[in-house]
């Protein structure tokens, strides 16, 4: 996953040019569903998937009927 080198864009931010902006990969994956060798996603993990977002959903429903 690419991200902002800030490390970088801190250190040139005061350039009367402007600032140096690059981006590197910082090695982290990102999230997706868990995938058996064909590339189907699992059951287990469809599950999941579904129970997060009924979690979600009803956090959400009830923020919007309470407050």
């Known amino acids: 996953m690419r991200e902002l080198d800030t490390a970088t864009f801190l250190m040139t931010q005061d350039n009367s040019a402007g600032p140096i902006i690059q981006y590197v990969e910082s090695g982290i994956e990102p999230q997706r569903p868990i995938t058996d ?6 059951k287990v993990s469809a599950a999941a998937y579904l129970v997060a977002y009924a979690l979600l959903a009803s956090f959400v429903g009830y923020l919007f009927f309470v407050l």
């Open 37 to 42: 060798a064909d590339g189907n996603v699992s």
